[in-house]
């Protein structure tokens, strides 16, 4: 049985300053409702800092969405983590340096 996962995104800029490291926050996971949920903040300096700020956002959000998927998978033993993983491939580069699909 998959998992509904919610992402809240802050992305930090010239309006919304954030300081505190790039990554995932407040990460919950909630059995009943088989759903997980996460804050994620990108530093303002990271994304003003970055040539492709395109990448920069898919490889965090890849990262946490992995992030989750794990925390569901230690929690949930019928979870199909190798499934879900496959799912979000598409958030990365390939070896050629294209992404295997288009958002």
Do not use: C, W
Request: aromatic share 8%; glycine share 6%; no cysteine.
């Amino acid at each position: 049985m998959q998992y509904d996962f919610d992402l809240f995104v802050v992305v930090g800029g010239d309006i919304t300053v954030v300081t505190d490291p790039t990554g995932i926050r407040l990460p919950r996971v909630f059995l009943g409702r088989r759903t997980a949920t996460a804050q994620v903040q990108m530093n303002t300096d990271d994304v003003m800092g970055v040539s492709e700020p395109r990448t920069f956002l898919y490889t965090t959000i890849h990262a946490a969405l992995t992030e989750l998927i794990a925390r569901v998978s230690y929690r949930d033993n019928d979870f199909d983590a190798d499934g879900e993983r496959a799912k979000i491939e598409f958030l990365i580069l390939d070896d050629s340096g294209e992404r295997e699909s288009k958002l």
